[in-house]
């Protein structure tokens, strides 16, 4: 055969390629509904994942703790985060402090520690503002600020509780706050925030109601409660969900509605077994048991943008992973997979974890195949 046959041979089958790369993309795609309600995009996804359940590949890069090292040991991890230098930067709720490591694991500083402005309380969030360096930890009803240096330079204190924030590029706070009626009921805001701490606009709310409550008439918390989830996409767009309902909407920072995600996804019922755990013969409670769980549980975005939505309850299950449906930044769903337990951040083909044993440990895990993960849909 002659050289011209191999030539049109070879573009043939170049051809062929691209053609069905196209065509199983177009399919992914037509398993997927757009839709308009109020001129707001809604993207309905389909029961199952576009590209079926992936497993993460993780090979332990790094882990910090130590008995008997002032520097190195925790007690009471509650939020681990990273820069893009790679320093590690750990709350740690007992000693009441935040612990600042390099991308090798080594001690650099302490932020918080002493007395007066900035001593901490109970520190839990930590986020890193990557325009200026400044750092932004939660502490109990206060949201405090410090520069890359660890010096403090000012508190956020909400009209209401925060029970979790992000910010956007320019460093304005938009929280999750309690808030509570006269008649005793309870919502959860999703806020914008000034620097005095005054609220500029309520962009959700929805209300909370504890499944049990005391003598009293206190909550007990059990972790199925139907709640509001919040986190960036990136410097100025955010997702938030209330997990009722299997629905997130992606905002930007301007507080405009850009798309809505939905999913397929059928009520399953509170487990009855649930009831029995709570019960207690010397304590008297009650229970309002809803109609159905939480569709979700948290929200987590990666460096590239994928939404991960947690939807097992783990809480008090140490030894049970995550399990998250994966979703592209535009609202496609890619991925059914599994996370470990106290997953804080996903950046750059690294998972960040704490573990709590014996001795509460920082570990840094690389994805092996993070370049095999997709991002997006295929053309």
Same mark, same amino acid.
């Given at each position: 055969?002659?050289?011209?046959?191999?030539?049109?041979?070879?573009?043939?089958?170049?051809? $062929? $390629?691209?053609?069905?790369?196209?065509?199983?993309? /177009?399919? !992914?795609?037509?398993?997927?509904?757009?839709?308009?309600?109020?001129?707001?995009?809604?993207?309905?996804?389909?029961? =199952?994942?576009?590209?079926?359940?992936? *497993?993460?590949?993780?090979?332990?890069?790094?882990?910090?703790?130590?008995?008997?090292?002032?520097?190195?040991?925790?007690?009471?991890?509650?939020?681990?985060?990273?820069?893009? #230098?790679?320093?590690?930067?750990?709350?740690?709720?007992?000693? /009441?402090?935040?612990?600042?490591?390099?991308?090798?694991?080594? +001690?650099?500083?302490?932020?918080?520690?002493?007395?007066?402005?900035?001593?901490?309380?109970?520190?839990?969030?930590?986020?890193?503002?990557?325009?200026?360096?400044?750092?932004?930890? #939660?502490?109990?009803?206060?949201?405090?600020? +410090? =520069?890359?240096?660890?010096? &403090?330079?000012?508190?956020?204190?909400?009209?209401? +509780?925060?029970?979790?924030?992000?910010?956007?590029?320019?460093?304005?706070?938009?929280?999750?706050?309690? !808030?509570?009626?006269?008649?005793?009921?309870?919502?959860?805001?999703?806020?914008?925030?000034?620097? *005095?701490?005054?609220?500029?606009?309520?962009?959700?709310?929805?209300? &909370?109601?504890?499944?049990?409550?005391?003598?009293?008439?206190?909550?007990?918390?059990?972790?199925?409660?139907?709640?509001?989830?919040?986190?960036?996409?990136?410097? #100025?767009?955010?997702?938030?969900?209330?997990?009722?309902?299997?629905?997130?909407?992606?905002?930007?920072? #301007?507080?405009?509605?850009?798309?809505?995600?939905?999913?397929?996804?059928?009520?399953?019922? +509170?487990?009855?077994?649930?009831? *029995?755990?709570?019960?207690?013969?010397?304590?008297?409670?009650?229970?309002?048991?809803? !109609?159905?769980?939480?569709?979700?549980?948290?929200?987590?975005?990666?460096?590239?943008?994928?939404? &991960?939505?947690?939807?097992?309850?783990?809480?008090? *299950?140490?030894?049970?992973?995550?399990?998250?449906?994966?979703?592209?930044?535009?609202? &496609?769903?890619?991925?059914?997979?599994?996370?470990?337990?106290?997953?804080?951040?996903?950046?750059?083909?690294?998972?960040?974890?704490?573990?709590? =044993?014996?001795?509460?440990?920082?570990?840094?895990?690389?994805?092996?195949?993070?370049?095999?993960?997709?991002?997006?849909?295929?053309?």
């Amino acid at each position: 055969m002659g050289t011209k046959f191999w030539i049109i041979l070879f573009f043939v089958a170049i051809i $062929f $390629f691209v053609f069905a790369g196209s065509s199983e993309g /177009q399919k !992914s795609q037509e398993k997927v509904k757009i839709e308009y309600e109020d001129w707001v995009r809604v993207i309905k996804n389909p029961k =199952d994942p576009l590209y079926g359940e992936i *497993k993460f590949e993780l090979k332990e890069d790094l882990s910090i703790g130590r008995k008997h090292d002032g520097e190195y040991i925790f007690n009471g991890i509650r939020g681990v985060t990273a820069d893009n #230098q790679g320093n590690i930067y750990v709350t740690d709720i007992h000693n /009441q402090r935040v612990q600042k490591f390099n991308r090798g694991g080594k +001690f650099l500083m302490t932020i918080g520690k002493g007395q007066g402005p900035g001593k901490f309380i109970q520190p839990t969030k930590i986020l890193i503002n990557e325009t200026n360096g400044d750092i932004y930890i #939660q502490d109990h009803e206060k949201i405090r600020i +410090f =520069d890359k240096q660890g010096k &403090y330079i000012t508190d956020v204190i909400p009209n209401k +509780f925060p029970l979790d924030f992000i910010f956007d590029g320019s460093g304005v706070i938009y929280a999750k706050l309690s !808030s509570r009626t006269e008649s005793g009921e309870y919502f959860r805001d999703f806020c914008k925030v000034t620097s *005095k701490g005054e609220i500029v606009k309520i962009y959700a709310s929805f209300p &909370y109601q504890s499944i049990v409550r005391d003598t009293l008439g206190e909550g007990v918390v059990t972790g199925y409660e139907y709640d509001l989830f919040i986190s960036n996409v990136d410097s #100025q767009t955010f997702v938030y969900g209330f997990s009722e309902e299997y629905l997130l909407n992606v905002m930007d920072s #301007q507080g405009n509605l850009i798309f809505k995600i939905k999913k397929d996804e059928p009520y399953h019922e +509170f487990p009855p077994g649930e009831r *029995k755990r709570y019960s207690n013969p010397r304590i008297k409670l009650t229970f309002n048991t809803p !109609s159905h769980v939480s569709f979700f549980y948290s929200l987590l975005v990666d460096s590239a943008k994928r939404i &991960y939505v947690q939807t097992n309850h783990t809480r008090n *299950k140490l030894e049970v992973d995550r399990e998250v449906d994966v979703f592209s930044q535009d609202g &496609y769903y890619l991925y059914k997979t599994k996370l470990p337990h106290y997953t804080e951040m996903i950046k750059d083909g690294f998972l960040y974890v704490y573990v709590i =044993d014996d001795v509460e440990l920082i570990k840094r895990y690389k994805i092996k195949n993070w370049d095999q993960i997709k991002a997006e849909i295929s053309d």
